[in-house]
């Protein structure tokens, strides 16, 4: 198999050892998780079928980000307890990820079940002289870190632009460094605070993945990613962190899913123009819109258009006029396509060929997790 790696920036060999450690950056739990979530994790969900079928073990971990700012001001918002909205939430998510046969994942682990741990790798990164505390707050230096930017590759002034975008605040008077990234921070009154050497508080956000990945699978992760626009800051800030503590690479091959537009923009909470699953679900078979997903190359960015559901349907029932037919090569010919960076567009057309001109698709369907 080959994959692409975000920081080579190249089509590169995987081939693993021992059990795949893979690590996807799973939701924050504050609203309804949307088409673009579902195409992160079904490419994930792809390339663990392969694995598997390929006779790997693969440990998956889907992280839940149950306590930053975007999910306690919702939470205060909405007058609720954060933990409650997380449940209500992940609940749903859950749901929709059942719909399009998603496979259980091997832990799904909550940054409030992992506070220990944060605050011993917060420990860590102190104790090295790569971090500094200011008011309570304990930030990531930077420039201790030389390798800073090999995941993402942007510019400095890019940096800087993403991190404001992101809520890290690169005007912050209390750090040393515009990039300079938070790894605790102190509670406003209505927020959840555990003690810390640095005083009462909460984690920063990309602290919290590090030390979920680090205590789930080890030093160096096979692979781990999510969408195209955690690039920068969290992945890069995971990388630094956890490199500068353990002195070991963190990431084997990074993966960055491309995002999902629809009427013209980015799929977004804020901007409101969302498509869910549960609602392509209502109007068509839950296969459809599996289909209509892999139809796109994970590295693509694309937009939903109706059309897409529309043309699932259709290829879903010519594969299974098939089922009485007579076996084929085409399961082989799936599985070069998913070795060729998980071209499932290659893969789908491969099928296609087959169930024309006749042939039983259902083992190659059943690859891909589609149902006939």
Not at 78 to 99: I, K, N, P, Q
Not at 173 to 178: E, S
Not at 345 to 354: C, F, K, N, S
Request: proline share 5%.
């Amino acid at each position: 198999m080959r994959l692409y790696d975000s920081a080579r920036r190249a089509v590169a060999p995987m081939a693993p050892t021992g059990p795949v450690a893979m690590y996807s950056c799973g939701i924050t739990p504050y609203d309804a998780a949307h088409l673009g979530h579902a195409f992160v994790y079904l490419a994930f969900d792809v390339l663990t079928r392969r694995l598997r079928d390929d006779g790997h073990e693969v440990r998956v971990v889907r992280n839940v980000t149950d306590v930053d700012d975007d999910i306690l001001r919702k939470a205060r918002e909405l007058g609720v307890h954060y933990l409650d909205l997380a449940a209500r939430e992940l609940a749903t998510f859950e749901r929709d990820m059942r719909l399009i046969n998603l496979l259980p994942v091997y832990a799904e682990p909550r940054a409030t079940g992992a506070i220990a741990e944060i605050l011993t790798l917060i420990g860590r990164t102190f104790d090295e002289g790569i971090a500094y505390e200011v008011d309570g707050y304990v930030y990531f230096e930077v420039a201790k870190f030389p390798r800073f930017g090999q995941v993402s590759h942007e510019t400095r002034a890019r940096m800087v632009e993403l991190a404001a975008e992101h809520g890290g605040r690169p005007d912050d008077p209390r750090k040393r460094d515009p990039l300079d990234f938070v790894l605790w921070q102190p509670s406003l009154e209505d927020e959840p605070a555990w003690e810390s050497r640095w005083g009462a508080g909460r984690p920063g956000w990309h602290i919290e993945c590090s030390a979920l990945a680090l205590r789930e699978l080890g030093e160096t992760l096979d692979v781990h990613g999510g969408g195209r626009d955690l690039a920068f800051p969290h992945h890069e800030c995971e990388a630094a962190q956890s490199e500068s503590v353990t002195g070991a690479p963190f990431v084997r091959h990074w993966m960055h899913v491309g995002l999902v537009g629809f009427d013209g923009t980015k799929m977004s909470k804020s901007l409101g123009n969302l498509v869910f699953v549960s609602e392509l679900a209502g109007r068509s078979e839950p296969a459809a819109v599996r289909l209509a997903l892999l139809a796109q190359h994970y590295r693509a960015d694309w937009e939903w258009r109706d059309e897409l559901l529309a043309a699932a349907r259709s290829r879903l029932a010519t594969w299974r006029s098939t089922l009485g037919g007579r076996e084929s090569g085409v399961l082989d010919d799936v599985r070069a396509a998913l070795d060729d960076d998980l071209d499932t567009p290659g893969a789908l057309g491969a099928i296609d060929a087959a169930a024309h001109a006749g042939a039983s698709v259902h083992a190659a369907a059943a690859l891909l997790g589609v149902t006939l």
